[in-house]
């Protein structure tokens, strides 16, 4: 086949190609910017807080001896964070293992009576009266022993209390006592918190909550937006504040959740229905510095131009403006930049 007749074949076959041809005459994939479902939102304020924040309190008298942590640190699970003065517990401990060496003397004394009388009083050898006199010795020996052991369980969880543990690891947010200070049960030492269980805490108009409780989905926005972190779980208080008349909402984030505070200012977006919304392929997305844009295809040229992107969906960003639907955009924004900038070069070099 010569070559006039090969290339008169080629523009007969992409004259009657079906579709836009732009794929074909661009080194770069397109797409079309489609009308496309997606979730409807509210955006509201939120503030950050700990799932686990609490105050550890004194639990036996003593003179605090030993601190271990101060505010800002950082404290594994069961690390010691406080130490009680123990000389009274101790003292009380081994009264009672005392007192428990001679219960155990005193039960085995009447064991073995019991055992001896109860022998004969088979034989038929001594009365039933005797019978019952050693049966009652011996069940008080043993309530005794019981009440001994009781009493040395006490006293060793008595001086346990001396020691206090951190009950989850988290950062000391407070601490309540100085050294050398007496205290008594109930008088709080340490407040902490944990950084692994985070939730954000919103309050929601009234005219939002029922359909925010129908879909019962939210993300967090953090540092500006550009952070997403979506809800695991949502919690609604049954009633309203009677003076603003809105509902409170927890919204439960993934464990372990990094860059957020207990006290730092977020937005919550809650999902409140659905809407159709201008989207493209989020890889067609270029950011330059501050500003997004997409690589716009209008007949044969390629051009860069400025979009405000909305909320990324799965494989699609929404498009709020800079962009009309049916439009065709780059796939390949690296591609698309370098072809663009190789057609500008050969314009001024003609």
């Not at 038929?124 to 009781?150: G, I, P, W, Y």
């Not at 439960?252 to 809650?270: E, N, R």
Request: net charge neutral; aromatic share 6%; charged share 25%.
């Amino acid at each position: 086949m010569s070559a006039p007749t090969r290339s008169l074949l080629f523009w007969v076959l992409l004259a009657t190609a079906p579709g836009p041809i732009v794929a074909a005459e661009f080194p770069f994939p397109v797409a079309e910017a489609t009308m496309q479902t997606m979730p409807s939102e509210q955006v509201l304020d939120g503030v950050i807080e700990a799932v686990n924040q609490s105050t550890v309190s004194a639990q036996t008298a003593g003179r605090v001896e030993d601190i271990m942590v101060d505010v800002n640190d950082f404290v594994p699970q069961g690390a010691p964070i406080i130490r009680l003065r123990n000389i009274e517990q101790r003292a009380g401990l081994d009264q009672a293992q005392a007192n428990l060496r001679e219960a155990q003397a005193r039960f085995f004394e009447a064991q073995a009576e019991y055992n001896r009388i109860r022998g004969v009083y088979l034989k038929q050898m001594v009365s039933k009266a005797q019978m019952d006199a050693v049966t009652a010795a011996f069940d008080a020996a043993k309530a005794r022993l019981e009440a001994a052991q009781a009493g040395v369980a006490q006293a060793k969880e008595s001086l346990g209390y001396t020691a206090i543990n951190a009950p989850y690891g988290g950062i000391v947010l407070q601490r309540h006592v100085q050294l050398g200070e007496t205290v008594q049960p109930g008088k709080p030492l340490m407040t902490g918190f944990s950084l692994d269980e985070l939730r954000a805490v919103a309050d929601v108009p009234q005219r939002l909550i029922v359909p925010v409780r129908q879909h019962k989905q939210a993300r967090v926005l953090a540092q500006n937006g550009r952070t997403e972190i979506a809800a695991e779980k949502l919690t609604f208080f049954p009633y309203a504040d009677p003076q603003s008349n809105v509902f409170k909402v927890r919204v439960d984030l993934p464990k372990k959740t990094p860059d957020l505070y207990p006290g730092m200012f977020v937005k919550v977006a809650f999902r409140v229905g659905e809407d159709n919304r201008l989207v493209v392929p989020r890889q067609a997305l270029v950011q330059r510095g501050e500003v997004s844009g997409v690589y716009v295809i209008e007949d044969t040229k390629v051009s860069l131009r400025q979009v405000r992107p909305g909320r990324t969906e799965g494989a699609v960003t929404e498009v709020l403006a800079g962009l009309e639907p049916g439009e065709q955009v780059a796939l390949d924004p690296i591609k698309a930049g370098i072809y663009l900038k190789e057609r500008q070069q050969q314009t001024a070099e003609k």
